[in-house]
């Protein structure tokens, strides 16, 4: 049984959902987000609550279970609050710029990177930190690992893009040799 799976979760004022022929949507202030729930679960909604339910009888029932709730609620706390990713820049000559819907990056490259932000995410560029924030939580961190994945950070100087949260395991580089 996946006690996380059993846990409802409260719609607050403003958010509405409706499970219809396997598809769950939720609308919120924030915008509307859609989900396939598959087979072995169902969602219930009643009186300002969201259960997800399983039927116990099927293979990896529980799995689902705790997956698709988790799911569901991400999807009603973007709608209301939405997500957001914090980005760090480290490098002599590394920055980033917005226009419209690209980030321009300068990474060390030979020529500058045009990333193209899929629609939903949007981007706030200040100093050497890149805000990446959406209503999608998926989406979002999909995003934001492509970006990071433009240039990781390297274990010597640290350059790169990283995560503003992520620690960064350093290694010592070459010594000089002694007389």
């Known amino acids: 049984m996946s006690r996380l799976g059993k846990l409802p979760i409260k719609l607050s004022a403003g958010v509405s959902a409706q499970f219809q022929n396997g598809i769950l ?3 919120g202030p924030k915008g ?33 279970w705790g997956l698709y709730r988790a799911l569901a609620d991400n999807m009603v706390t973007g709608v209301t609050s939405g997500f957001s990713k914090k980005l ?10 917005v226009s419209g819907n690209k ?13 193209v932000l899929p629609v939903g995410i949007s981007a706030i560029v200040e100093g050497n930190a890149i805000t990446l924030s959406g ?3 998926e989406l979002l ?9 433009l240039r990781a950070p390297e274990p010597y100087k640290g350059k790169g893009v990283k ?5 960064l395991r350093r290694k010592a580089g070459k010594t000089a040799a002694k007389k």
Do not use: C
């Open 25 to 27: 949507s939720v609308k």
């Open 32 to 64: 509307e987000l859609k989900r396939e729930i598959k087979a072995p679960a169902t969602v219930e909604i009643t009186e300002g609550f969201l259960r997800v339910n399983v039927d116990l009888k099927a293979k990896d029932a529980s799995a689902y």
């Open 88 to 97: 760090e820049i480290n490098g002599v000559g590394y920055r980033a710029a």
């Open 103 to 115: 980030l321009n990056l300068n990474l060390g490259y030979s020529h500058p990177i045009e990333f």
């Open 135 to 137: 209503i999608d939580n």
């Open 141 to 149: 961190g999909n995003t934001a690992f492509k970006v990071r994945k």
């Open 163 to 167: 995560y503003a949260d992520e620690i």
